[in-house]
């Protein structure tokens, strides 16, 4: 049996994926051990599972820069450049050391590392180990500033900066972009919601959404939802709620008179009077809620977006930064929903939006399509598959009992 070490920045949505993968590695007599920031991660966790802490906490200078970008809501080239200059790359070096003694500790034999956890990636090289993408979400696939080769190459001369802190060498360190394994990428989602994947190298595998066992809310009013009357769920995640207060205005306004419901997760200043028809929750039970919706509002959150999917549910999507608006685009693109403008979208709008969701045919079979296509993709068990084919395939060479440390 192998061991697996699992690398993720402190971000509940690339780790939440990785909970269900692990318990499958675990019932099939593997090893699994969790690296990260214990504020965030540990509590993200199986009860008794390894979890191995890279630093007592993340850095105040990389949590004020990533509070300061969910206000500025800037988008394009400039927020992608900010995102990774303020947040993901000084993550990477802050992660170094402490990855390097999860690894001396644990003496894994292959690791899964999450796509904006570059140190696991480094620390693999270092080490000589095999090691897996996990990709939790589908806008990161492909490399996004491709086609701007100024800000690609500035990039990538960072990234191999991180792996030369670790110890690769300048000429493998320049060849290797830790965001994209050469042996193994888990793509939590499907081809047919990404749409064209023929130039994807073969081993990039669409394993399907990863879902797990989420809190049980024993307070959620059920009965709330009986009846035949159509339910819309409304949710930004909770990051996004500082930019949120307009747009949860148009969401009260849009919704009020009509002949549909909706659960809205925002704290209660957001919405301070909202409309009969609308049920205000500061968080929801979002997995047991879905069977019981007809549509979801949401920013495009690539968990949100293939749990809706997965019961074939079609979208608005009010993309805000970041990967979302390459989902929403994905989404839009399939059939399975239809996309407005964040910062702009009227009530008019949104009630129109809401109403082409729930009204057309058209969306609700793309949706059902990829209903299918997400429950056929193998899940967990499908990625579990493809580590256990991957430690099989390395070099007895690779192996850390084969290794000082």
Request: proline fraction near 10%; hydrophobic fraction near 50%.
């Amino acid at each position: 049996m192998g061991r697996f070490l699992v690398v993720v920045p402190p971000l509940v949505g690339h780790t939440n994926p990785t909970v269900p993968l692990g318990r499958e590695l675990v019932q099939r007599g593997h090893a699994v051990a969790w690296a990260g920031h214990p504020e965030v991660i540990a509590d993200l966790l199986p009860r008794g599972a390894t979890f191995l802490p890279v630093a007592d906490a993340v850095p105040p200078a990389i949590v004020d820069a990533t509070n300061a970008r969910l206000e500025k809501r800037t988008g394009g080239i400039g927020g992608f450049a900010s995102l990774w200059e303020t947040c993901i790359l000084p993550l990477a070096h802050h992660m170094l050391p402490g990855t390097f003694v999860a690894v001396d500790e644990f003496r894994p034999d292959a690791l899964l590392v999450d796509q904006h956890a570059l140190a696991g990636a480094a620390v693999a090289e270092a080490r000589g180990l095999p090691w897996a993408t996990s990709a939790t979400t589908s806008a990161d696939l492909v490399d996004p500033i491709e086609a701007l080769p100024k800000v690609a190459g500035w990039l990538h001369e960072q990234m191999a900066g991180v792996l030369v802190a670790a110890g690769v060498g300048a000429e493998r360190a320049a060849a290797v972009d830790p965001r994209f394994s050469p042996h193994l990428l888990l793509a939590f989602t499907v081809a047919d919601l990404v749409g064209s994947v023929a130039s994807l190298p073969p081993h990039y595998a669409f394993v399907g959404p990863s879902f797990g066992d989420r809190p049980h809310d024993p307070s959620f009013p059920w009965d709330w939802l009986e009846g035949d009357t159509p339910t819309v769920l409304v949710s930004l995640g909770t990051l996004n709620w500082k930019t949120g207060e307009r747009f949860f205005a148009v969401v009260a306004e849009a919704f009020r008179g009509l002949d549909v419901r909706a659960v809205v997760v925002a704290p209660a200043d957001l919405m301070p009077d909202p409309p009969p028809n609308v049920l205000l929750r500061s968080w929801v039970p979002q997995l047991a809620l879905l069977p019981h919706l007809d549509a979801v509002v949401c920013h495009g959150g690539h968990n949100t977006v293939c749990e809706s999917l997965s019961h074939g549910i079609p979208l608005v999507i009010a993309a805000i930064r970041d990967d979302q608006p390459i989902i929403a685009d994905q989404v839009v693109r399939s059939g399975a929903g239809v996309r407005v403008k964040f910062t702009r979208v009227s009530p008019p709008e949104l009630r129109a939006a809401v109403g082409a969701v729930l009204g057309d045919p058209r969306h609700r079979a793309a949706a059902a399509r990829l209903r299918a296509s997400l429950d056929g993709a193998g899940g967990p068990a499908a990625a579990a598959d493809r580590l256990e084919a991957l430690l099989a395939s390395a070099p007895a060479s690779t192996s850390p009992s084969s290794k000082g440390t």
